[in-house]
Nanobody
Framework: EVQLVESGGGLVQAGGSLRLSCAAS????????IGWFRQAPGSERKGVSC????????YYAASVEGRFTISSDAAKNTVYLQMHNLQPEDTAVYYC?????????????????WGQGIQVTVSS
């Protein structure tokens, strides 16, 4: 059974940083793509970043490019999302998602497995 567990969220002031973690289990690490999504109240879930574990390719939404960095630690079966210069508009529930093989990196419907989500709140 695939399990994804997010951690590292919380409250931070504008300009601050957080690092989210997604601890994964139940699948062959190198076969999967891992994505981060976020959903603000009243809004649809949107892609933030993605990494292909099999070749290290990364993708970022334009809104986070240059501020967020995704990385993967195969030894720990964990994907991280380092977030810098956080702004109030980054406030959302952040979700980790996983799927086998190549995907449209920011398309919600292409991911098979999802974590429960974790709240990130950025105060102004």
């Amino acid at each position: 059974e695939v399990q994804l567990v997010e951690s590292g969220g919380g409250l931070v002031q504008a300009g601050g940083s957080l690092r989210l973690s997604c601890a994964a289990s139940g699948f062959t690490w190198d076969d999967y793509a891992i994505g981060w999504f976020r959903q603000a109240p009243g809004s649809e879930r949107k892609g933030v970043s993605c990494i292909y574990n099999f070749d290290g390719t990364t993708y970022y939404a334009a809104s986070v490019e240059g501020r967020f960095t995704i990385s993967s630690d195969a030894a720990k079966n964990t994907v991280y999302l380092q977030m810098h210069n956080l702004q109030p508009e980054d406030t959302a529930v952040y979700y980790c998602a996983a799927t086998w093989g190549y995907v449209n990196p920011h398309l919600v419907g292409t991911y098979e497995h999802w974590g429960q989500g974790i709240q990130v709140t950025v105060s102004s």
